[in-house]
């Protein structure tokens, strides 16, 4: 299983916490995390699952290295693109906080079907509240065994 990690490249104290204790439960659920590459809510969720012993994928912009705690670094051209293949890399996405970027990954995943967990993000219809990190990797793990099964 793959799970997407959305969120600001500057994030909030609050966000940071919540990025890193989502990486670190997405190592313990054996998936892979799949984000931006770069900074902010990206680094910390990537750094959470390192540390976990967990696979992170970075979809960078450019040809820049990403951050440290990345394992795969797939580079792509800029663009809105890059939006796409974050989101269409996942089976679900979990998006923290965030601002306009963040809104463009959630409708992209939302326009293809990709579930999305929300933890302190955009409140719109499609984007299912969850009350801690954790809470939102349980849910994803979950109903993507059970869509599987179907």
């Given at each position: 299983?793959?799970?997407?990690?959305?969120g600001p490249a500057q994030a909030t104290p609050a966000e940071t916490e919540a990025a890193y204790a989502a990486g670190r439960t997405i190592a313990?659920?054996?998936?892979?995390?799949?984000?931006?590459?770069?900074?902010?809510?990206?680094?910390?969720?990537?750094?959470?699952?390192?540390?976990?012993?967990?696979t992170t994928v970075g979809i960078l912009p450019g040809t820049e290295g990403g951050n440290p705690y990345l394992a795969i670094t797939i580079r792509?051209?800029?663009?809105?693109?890059?939006?796409?293949?974050?989101?269409?890399?996942?089976?679900?996405?979990?998006?923290?906080?965030?601002?306009?970027?963040?809104?463009?990954?959630?409708?992209?995943?939302?326009?293809?079907?990709?579930?999305?967990?929300?933890?302190?993000?955009?409140?719109?219809?499609?984007?299912?509240?969850?009350?801690?990190?954790?809470?939102?990797?349980?849910?994803?793990?979950?109903?993507?065994?059970?869509?599987?099964?179907?």
């Open positions: 299983m793959q799970i997407a990690v959305i313990g659920s054996r998936a892979v995390l799949v984000c931006g590459g770069l900074g902010g809510v990206m680094e910390v969720a990537c750094r959470g699952a390192h540390e976990a012993g967990g792509t051209g800029p663009g809105h693109a890059r939006n796409v293949l974050i989101v269409q890399s996942a089976d679900a996405v979990i998006a923290i906080g965030g601002s306009h970027g963040t809104l463009s990954e959630i409708a992209i995943a939302l326009r293809t079907g990709r579930p999305v967990y929300g933890i302190n993000t955009w409140d719109i219809e499609g984007v299912i509240p969850c009350s801690s990190p954790e809470d939102a990797v349980m849910r994803a793990v979950h109903d993507a065994a059970k869509s599987r099964t179907m």
